[in-house]
């Protein structure tokens, strides 16, 4: 009986001491950390085009693995920032456990379009993040680590965001029955918009109506009655034609004529204030994208009262514009409120620029009533 105790004791003993053996915590030295090295981005300076594959593998990226002082399980994760940011929001490419990743035109493609509108030479700078996925022997998490940037140049097709449609309204309630594109922004007025969104199918016109003059209809296309809005009875609207003209109102006047596209409602209700709204002499625009810069306005045609129309205008890309009143600052109306500020939406008085990013024609419209505009290039007229 005492040979089985002392056996117990025994491996009770060896039992303590194994324990103790093993609660003991490897403590690491995380100042010892190893960051990764960004090797190579290949290829620079590659070119995505319209037809370019999004899918299609372009290239690589490869790197140095960090060293950690033991074999820890890393995720390395390739980030970018526009050249000379700070990477307070970078925008993460790939991620990879090995030493290299696959870079497609897509990954480039999406990254650019975070930092330009453009399809011309970008530089992004680069860099890796790298994330031990396990903790360090006493449960701390590792600390995360990151290369040093490497800059990589490409160009990213960005095609054009699309934008909500223009649309017209022609009739003698305004201005004539002209439905042609050289009657763009006189028979054919302009709808206004409170921004350029093509799922808000919201428009509006403020402006002088006059009575018993045969109505209106709403226009899609100029020269095509077949596809314009008709009246179909109070407050509704029939597309494809279907339907009669918009009734003019009872009275002459200032109204506010808006239409949802979406629902097929209309509303129209008189607008008092356009009967003592400030008037102005002239409103132009400029700005070194017009073809006298800063020096001088180029003057618009006031087509109707408060609606002011340049039909035709060169305007350069990568510089801005501004609407002012009789060749002064006292009165200038920029950006709005709006981020989607191009071709609708409503100025501020002082606001900051138009920035225009295609050159070409355009067409140049101001409400001076409600400060709505339309700058929108001749070729997307529909």
């Keep these: 009986m005492k040979k089985i105790n002392i056996f117990f004791l025994v491996l009770c003993c060896l039992s303590f001491f194994g324990c103790e053996e093993d609660d003991k915590v490897t403590m690491l030295d995380f100042s010892n950390i190893v960051a990764p090295e960004l090797e190579k981005v290949l290829p620079e300076n590659f070119v995505i085009t319209e037809t370019t594959n999004l899918n299609d593998e372009v290239g690589y990226v490869l790197w140095e693995k ?28 790939v991620s990879s456990t090995t030493d290299r990743a696959v ?25 890796l993040k790298a994330v031990v996925s396990s903790t360090g022997g006493d449960g701390t998490a590792v600390p995360v680590v990151y290369s040093k940037v490497k800059t990589f140049t490409f160009t990213p097709y960005i095609a054009e965001v699309p934008v909500k449609d223009a649309l017209y309204i022609v009739g003698g309630a305004l201005y004539g029955w002209g439905n042609d594109k050289a009657n763009v922004g006189k028979d054919l007025q302009p709808m206004f918009a409170a921004d350029s969104k093509p799922g808000e199918k919201i428009y ?11 109505g209106f209809k709403i226009i899609t296309q100029a020269g095509n009655w077949d596809t314009c809005y008709a009246y179909k009875g109070a407050g509704l ?46 409103i132009g625009v400029i700005g ?29 890309a990568g510089k801005t514009i501004k609407y002012r009143a009789n060749n002064d600052w006292a009165d200038n ?19 900051d620029n138009f920035p225009i990013e295609k050159g070409g024609e355009y067409l140049l419209v101001l409400n001076d009533l409600t400060k709505h505009y339309m700058i929108i290039r001749t ?4």
């Design 103 to 127: 870079i497609t035109a897509k990954m480039l493609n999406n990254a650019a379009m975070a930092y330009t509108i453009e399809s011309k030479p970008l530089t992004l700078d680069l860099r």
């Design 288 to 316: 070194d994208a017009t073809p006298t810069g800063w020096d001088s306005d180029t003057d618009m045609v006031e087509t109707l009262p408060h609606i002011w129309v340049i039909q035709k205008i060169n305007l350069i």
């Design 333 to 351: 109306w920029g950006v709005g409120t709006t981020t989607n500020n191009i071709p609708f939406g409503v100025s501020s008085n002082g606001g």
């Design 204 to 214: 509006t016109y403020t402006g002088f109506f006059k009575s018993g003059s045969g």
């Design 379 to 382: 070729e997307k007229l529909p």
């Design 237 to 282: 609207m029939g597309a494809n034609n279907d339907g009669g003209d918009f009734p003019a109102p009872a009275a002459d006047g200032y109204y506010t004529l808006t239409v949802n596209l979406a629902d097929l409602t209309y509303t129209m209700v008189p607008y008092a204030e356009g009967a003592t709204a400030k008037t102005y002499a002239t």
């Design 66 to 93: 960090g060293e950690y002082g033991y074999a820890a399980s890393v995720t390395y994760t390739v980030q970018a920032d526009i050249h000379g940011g700070t990477f307070e929001e970078p925008v993460e490419l």
